[in-house]
């Protein structure tokens, strides 16, 4: 455990309670993306999740043990004044680790996955998926585009870049422009005896 000091002693009264900051205010910086997740036959319009991370590090002007609790987010907006983003609740966080937070969902960023084609044989199933991003606000943005495929699965085709995160994942990043839509597409084919 970590015994945090809150510099002064204070009484409390019976059934009396008070709220302290464990540390002063730090700027810290952040990465924000919005994750776009699907399985195979997922197809419909749904707004984007935000997820919010950040680096528990020196240079992140961090580097202590941050214990459990509730962390509301805001942001500064463009006149500079505070917005809140969402609310998470933070698990115990050690020195040089990542935290990674639900921020809710975005009004502004809409994903869209359509089934182009699928064709399944008695052996094989072949399909062809199409994701479209459409930013409608006045930002760029980042998007991890998760894709779970299950089975013994191959990409034939692919419009960007992937990575294979594990046995049934993969994912796309892409940027998308401010009020600009953004696709991709990709082809999996499975095969068994």
Do not use: C
């Amino acid at each position: 455990f970590y015994i945090f000091d809150i510099g002064s002693n204070f009484k409390l009264d019976s059934m009396q309670s008070v709220q302290l900051p464990l540390m002063e205010e730090r700027e810290i910086t952040y990465d924000k993306k919005y994750i776009f997740e699907n399985s195979e036959r997922d197809q419909g319009d749904e707004p984007l999740s935000i997820e919010v991370s950040f680096e528990n590090s020196a240079s992140n002007n961090l580097e202590l043990p941050l214990p459990s609790g509730v962390l509301f987010l805001y942001e500064k907006d463009e006149f500079n004044s505070m917005r809140f983003i969402g609310r998470n609740s933070l698990t115990q966080l050690y020195k040089g680790s990542v935290a990674i937070l639900d921020g809710g969902k975005a009004f502004d960023i809409i994903g869209k996955r359509r089934i182009l084609n699928f064709d399944r044989q008695s052996k094989s199933e072949e399909s062809t998926i199409s994701l479209q991003i459409l930013n409608t606000s006045d930002k760029s943005i980042k998007v991890k585009a998760v894709e779970k495929i299950f089975g013994d699965w191959v990409i034939k085709e692919q419009s960007h870049d992937y990575i294979k995160e594990d046995a049934s994942t993969i994912h796309f990043i892409i940027d998308v422009e401010p009020g600009k839509k953004e696709y991709i597409t990709y082809t999996y084919r499975k095969e068994w005896k």
